[in-house]
C-alpha cells in the first residue's frame, strides 16, 4: 500500500512537472534598470505601480530620477455585440482591452537634465485581454455594474501579462 501511494505522488508530480507547473519566483529587476519611470494611460500605471512596488522594485515618481522608463499606451478599449437572441435583443458582449507596452534604459548627462534613452530593454509589445458579458436586456442597471467589474478584471489581466513580460526581460 505505501509503495502504491509513493508511486502515485511521484506521477503526481511528473504530471505537475510536464504541464509547467512551478512555483513563482518574486519579480527580480537588476540594480542598474530601477528606479523605474511609469508613463502612459493613467489607471493601468496606477496599478502597475502598485504591483512593482509590492515585489519589492524601486518606482521613481519623476523621471530625472530613474534609470529605465515604462510606457503603457492603450491600442483598443472596445465592447462589441457577439451574439443576438431570437427577440434580437444583444445575447452577448465582448469586451477587448490592448496595450503596447515598451521599456527603455536611460542614462543621464549629468545631474540636472532629463534622462536620454540609450538603449531598448523591450521593443513595443502588444497585450490583449479579453471577456464576454452575457446580456439580460430587462436589468440594465445590473449590466452597467457588471460591465465596471469587467473592465477592472480586463485591467488587472493586463497588468498580469504586463508582469509576466516585465519578468522575462527583467534581467
Request: with cysteine.
Amino acid at each position: 500500500m505505501l509503495r502504491l501511494s509513493n508511486q502515485l505522488l511521484i506521477i503526481l508530480l511528473f504530471c505537475l512537472v510536464g504541464c509547467g507547473y512551478q512555483l513563482q519566483k518574486p519579480l527580480e529587476i537588476s540594480e542598474h534598470r530601477q528606479a523605474i519611470f511609469i508613463d502612459g494611460d493613467r489607471l493601468l500605471t496606477l496599478k502597475l505601480k502598485k504591483q512593482l512596488r509590492s515585489q519589492g522594485i524601486i518606482v521613481s515618481d519623476t523621471l530625472i530620477y530613474a534609470n529605465s522608463r515604462i510606457t503603457l499606451a492603450v491600442i483598443e478599449r472596445d465592447s462589441r455585440n457577439l451574439t443576438l437572441s431570437a427577440d434580437s435583443r444583444d445575447g452577448q458582449t465582448a469586451h477587448r482591452l490592448s496595450v503596447t507596452i515598451e521599456w527603455l534604459s536611460l542614462q543621464k548627462s549629468d545631474t540636472s537634465s532629463q534622462p536620454i534613452s540609450i538603449s531598448v530593454i523591450l521593443p513595443p509589445t502588444s497585450v490583449h485581454a479579453e471577456l464576454i458579458q452575457l446580456q439580460n436586456p430587462d436589468n440594465v442597471a445590473a449590466q452597467k455594474s457588471t460591465k465596471e467589474r469587467l473592465q477592472q478584471q480586463l485591467d488587472d489581466r493586463i497588468i498580469a501579462k504586463i508582469l509576466h513580460i516585465i519578468r522575462l526581460n527583467s534581467r
